[in-house]
Structure formats: C-alpha cells, structure tokens
Nanobody
Framework: QVQLVESGGGLVQTGDSLRLSCVVS????????MGWFRQAPGKQREMVAA???????NYANSVKGRFTISRDNAKNTVYLQMNSLKPEDTAVYYC????????????????WGQGTQVTVSS
C-alpha cells in the first residue's frame, strides 16, 4: 500500500507563491508516476501537473509557466511550486500516484492523499 501526505497549503494573496509537498511512503517512490490535482467548490477535480517516474512532466494549460512540478526520489517527495497565484487557483490540492507501467498521460491514478487547501484572495 502507498500512503501520501500533502502539506504546504494556506491563504495567500494574488501574485504570491506557495510550494506544496507530498511525502510518499509504503513502496519504492521512484517506481511511480506522480500527479497534482485540484478541486474547487462545485467543480470537477482536474489534473494540474504530473511528473513521470523518469522525470517527464505534463501541465494543465491554465498553470503552464506559473507552476512547476518536481520530485526528489531520495526524499520520497513530490513538489508543486506555484507562482503568480490567482483567485481561480483556489481549491483543495491532491497528490496522487500510479505505478510506472501505467500510461503516464491517461488513465486513473491508484493512490491519493487527503488534500491541502489553497486559498488565493484578490
């Protein structure tokens, strides 16, 4: 079993930055594709950014150029650096993992964290 614990959320103002962290335990972290998702009130959960087991990345158009996903396999941690935050970035952010043999660009994730709230005030 894989456990994921997010941290780093909070209340910030428009234009501020935040870095989310997700620590993974239970299995070999480097064997997993990792993703960050978010869900705003009344909206469906959406993929924000993903990083493959090999380090390739994929971003939602809405965050390209502002958010950066990275991973530290030695620390079993995936990060989401969020810059130039906007009110529309307000959501609960979730970390997710899926085994590397699964398709990186499509298909569901297997394991999820509990989420961390990010609120951006205008």
């Amino acid at each position: 079993q894989v456990q994921l614990v997010e941290s780093g959320g909070g209340l910030v103002q428009t234009g501020d930055s935040l870095r989310l962290s997700c620590v993974v335990s239970g299995r070999t972290f480097s064997s997993y594709h990792m993703g960050w998702f978010r869900q705003a009130p009344g909206k469906q959960r959406e993929m924000v950014a993903a990083i493959s087991s090999g380090g390739g990345t994929n971003y939602a158009n809405s965050v390209k150029g502002r958010f950066t996903i990275s991973r530290d396999n030695a620390k079993n941690t995936v990060y989401l650096q969020m810059n130039s935050l906007k009110p529309e970035d307000t959501a609960v952010y979730y970390c997710a993992a899926k085994y590397y043999i699964l398709n990186f660009y499509s298909g569901p994730y297997e394991y999820w964290g509990q989420g961390t709230q990010v609120t951006v005030s205008s």
